[in-house]
């Protein structure tokens, strides 16, 4: 089937969405409004409360535009406090492993193929890596290249610093279980490598999407795992969707007690979740009274 939809200008966007059931209180408004914020970045805004059916996609609620935008705002927030958490997890992460495979296979232990469960994707992973090192532009890269030749590659301890989290969630995940897993899954609280290999992937995934604007609210995320036992507190409700925003938030948030106690993330949720608009809280997969939960009180 030819792609066959034509662009059409900010008036006729706003004629059109109007046409389909859209309130516009102030046109003049929306216009500045969309000549900022693409109108198909805001149709995943309007998606949900529209007829996706109909191929006139007919609002099937009363909407206004303002609402739209108050959606998109408040997403925008809680894009942005995900992503600073997420980056004090991946530090975190990243300094754990970094540290215990160390002391027990020295600097250059990233290196060894014996280390891992399959050489095909050990092979990938260090090919990866070695992109990412040489692209780097980090003073302690170049140091090491200029003054060494042998290894050729860094250790871990720059190697690793410079890599991406959805890499260093592939390079943990290849590793045979053994006492370096064990040490750092236990550092985070959690009693199951496997639970810990998960988180490490979905974190990846939602930095991503926040790293590159991308909608968190209403989102289908890769499922994250609901450990059953727990070294800290934890949510008592297991019964919740694992592919929504509010099981990720939990895990974070639990992951965030451990290495940073002092940590504002949960404040800051709490108060923007007193703005969300439209009583979204459920499409993000937020159960009924989930502030009461220990882990959230």
């Given at each position: 089937?030819?792609?066959?939809?034509?662009?059409?200008?900010?008036?006729?966007?706003?004629?059109r969405?109007?046409?389909?059931?859209?309130?516009?209180?102030?046109?003049?408004?929306?216009?500045?409004?969309?000549?900022?914020?693409?109108?198909?970045?805001?149709?995943?805004?309007?998606?949900?409360?529209?007829?996706?059916?109909?191929?006139?996609?007919?609002?099937?609620?009363?909407?206004?535009?303002?609402?739209?935008?108050?959606?998109?705002?408040?997403?925008?927030?809680?894009?942005?406090?995900?992503?600073?958490?997420?980056e004090?997890?991946?530090?975190?992460?990243?300094?754990?492993?970094?540290?215990?495979?160390?002391?027990?296979?020295?600097?250059?232990?990233?290196?060894?193929?014996?280390?891992?469960?399959?050489?095909?994707?050990?092979?990938?992973?260090?090919?990866?890596?070695?992109?990412?090192?040489?692209?780097?532009?980090?003073?302690?890269?170049?140091?090491?290249?200029?003054?060494y030749?042998?290894?050729?590659?860094?250790?871990?301890?720059?190697?690793?610093?410079?890599?991406?989290?959805?890499?260093?969630?592939?390079?943990?995940s290849?590793?045979?279980?053994?006492?370096?897993?064990?040490?750092?899954?236990?550092?985070?609280?959690?009693?199951?490598?496997?639970?810990?290999?998960?988180?490490?992937?979905?974190?990846?995934?939602?930095?991503?999407?926040?790293a590159?604007?991308?909608?968190?609210?209403n989102?289908?995320?890769?499922?994250?795992?609901?450990?059953?036992k727990?070294?800290?507190?934890?949510?008592?409700?297991?019964?919740?969707?694992?592919?929504?925003?509010?099981?990720?938030?939990?895990?974070?948030?639990?992951?965030?007690n451990?290495?940073?106690?002092?940590?504002?993330?949960?404040n800051?949720?709490?108060?923007?979740?007193?703005?969300?608009?439209?009583?979204?809280?459920?499409?993000?997969?937020?159960?009924?009274?989930?502030?009461?939960?220990?882990?959230?009180?």
């Amino acid at each position: 089937m030819k792609y066959t939809k034509q662009p059409i200008s900010i008036q006729e966007q706003i004629e059109r969405l109007s046409k389909r059931g859209l309130i516009f209180s102030d046109e003049k408004k929306a216009s500045d409004y969309l000549s900022n914020i693409s109108y198909y970045r805001l149709r995943a805004y309007t998606y949900p409360f529209q007829d996706n059916v109909n191929p006139d996609h007919p609002f099937i609620q009363k909407v206004n535009f303002d609402n739209i935008i108050e959606l998109y705002c408040f997403d925008r927030r809680l894009r942005l406090l995900i992503f600073n958490a997420i980056e004090k997890i991946e530090i975190a992460l990243r300094t754990q492993i970094i540290y215990h495979y160390s002391l027990a296979y020295g600097g250059f232990w990233h290196l060894n193929p014996g280390l891992y469960n399959n050489a095909v994707y050990f092979a990938d992973h260090i090919a990866s890596l070695q992109k990412e090192t040489d692209r780097s532009t980090e003073t302690f890269i170049k140091h090491y290249r200029q003054k060494y030749n042998d290894p050729k590659e860094p250790p871990s301890w720059m190697a690793l610093e410079v890599s991406s989290i959805g890499l260093l969630s592939k390079i943990f995940s290849n590793l045979k279980k053994e006492k370096c897993k064990d040490d750092i899954t236990a550092h985070f609280g959690l009693k199951d490598i496997d639970v810990l290999t998960n988180w490490m992937h979905c974190f990846s995934v939602i930095r991503n999407i926040c790293a590159h604007h991308g909608r968190i609210w209403n989102r289908r995320l890769p499922k994250i795992t609901i450990p059953r036992k727990t070294s800290h507190t934890f949510i008592n409700d297991k019964q919740i969707y694992n592919n929504k925003t509010y099981a990720y938030l939990s895990c974070m948030l639990y992951v965030l007690n451990i290495i940073s106690p002092q940590h504002s993330f949960k404040n800051n949720l709490l108060e923007l979740m007193k703005t969300c608009p439209m009583m979204q809280e459920k499409e993000m997969g937020f159960p009924t009274n989930w502030q009461t939960e220990p882990l959230w009180k």
